[in-house]
């Protein structure tokens, strides 16, 4: 056993700060070290990839992954090629292997726990641009919908959707297929900036987000009470670390909650969404069930959305899971470093006591 844990990054994107590196790597870096562990960074490159398993699994046991699948030179088949062959040939540990991050973060995770308490029953996935053409039309019948793309981070690709003609909307047959010229109202969230489409357009516009590798469309329904914000739970390991209330600016169609779209967010302890919480760790079980497997990520966030429950209070609805770079620049001084090489070091040993 070597002790030590690499840490994997790329060259550029809008994520690096003027040392070269995210913002969260080498305070990471820093609290492994500081536990009498070595750590390293070392940056990925496609012509690279057998030079860095042959280097990565003769020197360490383990690898942390902090790379945004957007910023990946070359695309992401090569990085996670390099990162599934250092976990299964060269037996590292690896937080997260790219199967965890695919089964956790993509956002047809959300179609598998659509028969769960966490998620509206009416929620499907279009992985074939002919079927969704087909359903689309029938699934605006039943009300306002939210479109997520597959690939998408910070709002992009994710589009709030309701009919333009409110007197349609309130009229029409549920299950009814709608006319390809209904004119719609488009909302995307990565800056609530809202655009008037015909439906048929529409769609043939949004074909970009299932084509290629992992492409695929969330079709799920609006939730109103979205206004109020949306909740997200950061975990380290199984360790719920704090909430943040993220609430969208105030006016028209806003629903984003990020904060290049104005939304304001306030941080709180576990404690005081002790319900959500609860709620949360309770599913989790079904959760490892239903994404196969319950190698939890290092460092994901769950976020929820209210609705009104059954008995008069409120219900939590998952919206996402992220887990392939959660950022948490903002929150350093929270310790939450110090948390992930605990719980990463604490994973290469009962890997090895195993």
Request: with cysteine; hydrophobic share 40%.
């Amino acid at each position: 056993m070597h002790k030590s844990i690499v840490v994997f990054e790329v060259e550029g994107g809008s994520d690096k700060f003027i040392d070269g590196h995210r913002k969260d790597t080498m305070p990471i870096v820093r609290a492994i070290r500081e536990k009498g562990w070595d750590a390293e960074v070392v940056f990925y490159r496609p012509e690279w990839a057998d030079a860095l398993f042959e280097y990565v699994s003769n020197n360490f046991d383990a690898y942390i992954s902090r790379v945004n699948p957007g910023n990946i030179p070359g695309g992401e088949r090569g990085y996670f090629d390099l990162l599934t062959r250092l976990s299964d040939e060269a037996g590292l540990v690896g937080m997260s292997r790219p199967d965890e991050m695919m089964s956790y973060g993509a956002k047809d995770a959300l179609v598998k726990l659509a028969d769960t308490d966490l998620v509206p029953e009416d929620t499907y996935a279009y992985y074939d641009v002919e079927n969704f053409h087909e359903t689309f039309p029938s699934s605006l019948s039943y009300g306002e919908r939210v479109l997520k793309q597959n690939r998408g981070s910070t709002g992009s690709g994710i589009w709030r959707v309701q009919l333009v003609d409110k007197e349609l909307a309130a009229s029409v047959e549920p299950g009814t297929s709608l006319p390809l010229d209904t004119k719609l109202k488009c909302t995307e969230a990565v800056d609530n900036h809202t655009e008037v489409r015909e439906l048929g357009e529409f769609m043939d516009f949004c074909d970009q987000y299932i084509v290629g590798d992992n492409g695929m469309l969330v079709d799920m329904r609006f939730m109103p009470r979205i206004v109020e914000g949306e909740i997200r739970i950061l975990l380290v390991g199984p360790h719920p670390v704090f909430v943040v209330h993220k609430k969208p600016a105030a006016g028209g169609d806003n629903f984003s909650a990020t904060l290049f779209s104005g939304a304001k967010y306030t941080y709180d302890k576990p404690e005081a969404w002790q319900e959500l919480i609860d709620q949360f760790a309770a599913a989790r079980p079904v959760i490892a069930e239903k994404l196969g497997g319950d190698n939890i990520p290092l460092i994901w966030t769950a976020d929820f959305m209210l609705a009104d429950g059954a008995d008069g209070g409120d219900d939590y609805v998952l919206g996402e899971i992220n887990c392939s770079c959660v950022g948490f620049t903002s929150e350093l001084d929270m310790g939450i470093q110090e948390l992930v090489a605990e719980e990463a070091i604490k994973r290469v040993e009962d890997k090895n006591r195993a």
